[in-house]
């Protein structure tokens, strides 16, 4: 079902205040929010409900903060105007006439759309050493390869149409992982469901189908540190 899977994804980027959320994203998750609040508060009469209700809300908190930020950034705003709604009437009414608001088209300041959908159109590349962007493997079986990324992006994964294949049962490596494509003029990563998870160097794990933009240099790992790769410039 579309809104649980928003509520997935919110709770996943559960302190993500970077980048930015679809309109559904937003208010789907703010539809199970109030609806849960609603029915807790309408049991709240017994103490242990209301105790739930408090939890809950104190739970919640963080997440709701975090897709209202990037929500904004989503309309083009920084995640600052978010304090306007302490101001009584007014800033509510404004607060909720932008969160309505179409997101902007292409990328802006704060990342790539999250209504942009990669391309799926991958062809396997064999590892080479001319010039341009490229990925190269700093650990595991793959270690010291260098693939070149190309137009069309790469896969990585144990698939046969993989660009970067691993080998059949290779530990915390899904058949297809993750992808390294050019979306506009930005270059993003994005994890394709797998079982082991994407993850950045710096140990944040990437929520499935979310573009994570990439730099030279930008280093991540598949399921574990053991399979570590960097973007590098050739």
């Avoid at 809104?3 to 559960?14: A, F, G, M, P, T």
């Avoid at 001319?130 to 595991?140: F, P, T, W």
């Avoid at 270690?143 to 059949?168: E, H, K």
């Amino acid at each position: 079902m579309e809104w649980l899977n928003s509520v997935e994804q919110v709770l996943r980027k559960y302190a993500q205040f970077d980048g930015r959320s679809r309109r559904k994203e937003y208010w789907y998750f703010m539809l199970f929010y109030y609806c849960v609040v609603l029915g807790f508060s309408l049991l709240s009469m017994v103490s242990v409900w209301f105790i739930l209700l408090q939890l809950f809300t104190l739970a919640m908190l963080i997440p709701s903060l975090a897709v209202t930020v990037r929500r904004l950034h989503d309309i083009g705003r920084s995640g600052a105007w978010i304090l306007i709604g302490v101001v009584p009437v007014f800033g509510w009414v404004i607060l909720v006439i932008w969160l309505c608001q179409e997101g902007t088209p292409g990328d802006n300041m704060y990342g790539p759309s999250p209504l942009q959908s990669p391309s799926n159109n991958y062809v396997p590349v064999t590892p080479i050493s001319s010039r341009g962007l490229a990925v190269k493997c700093l650990s595991g079986v793959l270690r010291g390869q260098t693939y070149r990324i190309g137009n069309a992006g790469i896969v990585l994964g144990r698939g046969p149409s993989c660009g970067i294949r691993f080998p059949d049962g290779a530990p915390g490596i899904s058949i297809q992982h993750c992808r390294i494509q050019m979306q506009g003029s930005r270059l993003v990563l994005v994890d394709m469901n797998s079982r082991y998870g994407t993850w950045m160097e710096n140990g944040k794990k990437l929520p499935p189908q979310y573009p994570e933009l990439l730099n030279v240099g930008s280093r991540f790992y598949l399921g574990s540190q053991a399979n570590m790769f960097q973007i590098v410039y050739m």
